[in-house]
């Protein structure tokens, strides 16, 4: 797991959606959320960045901290 930062939208339900995931050396902008789903331990989110890439990060509501968990390039044909 690779610790990320994450900046988040609170909703009208405050659940936090992300909007931007920090790297050390970048940002990427979310595009869309592609799904979210719920664990015992973390809330899981489906990304689409700005980039046209593919991420899977996790939330760890207890510790408050967030997680690169997969992660696919778009592929250039």
Do not use: N
């Not at 609170?10 to 909007?19: C, S």
């Not at 990060?57 to 696919?72: K, M, S």
């Amino acid at each position: 797991m690779i610790p990320i930062d994450v900046d988040c939208y609170a909703g009208y339900r405050g659940e936090e959606t992300p909007r931007r995931i920090r790297f050390k050396t970048h940002t990427v902008t979310v595009q869309a959320v592609l799904d979210r789903w719920l664990s015992p331990d973390h809330r899981y989110f489906k990304l689409e960045g700005d980039d046209g890439d593919l991420y899977i990060i996790r939330h760890d509501p207890h510790q408050g901290l967030w997680e690169l968990t997969f992660y696919r390039a778009v592929e250039i044909p």
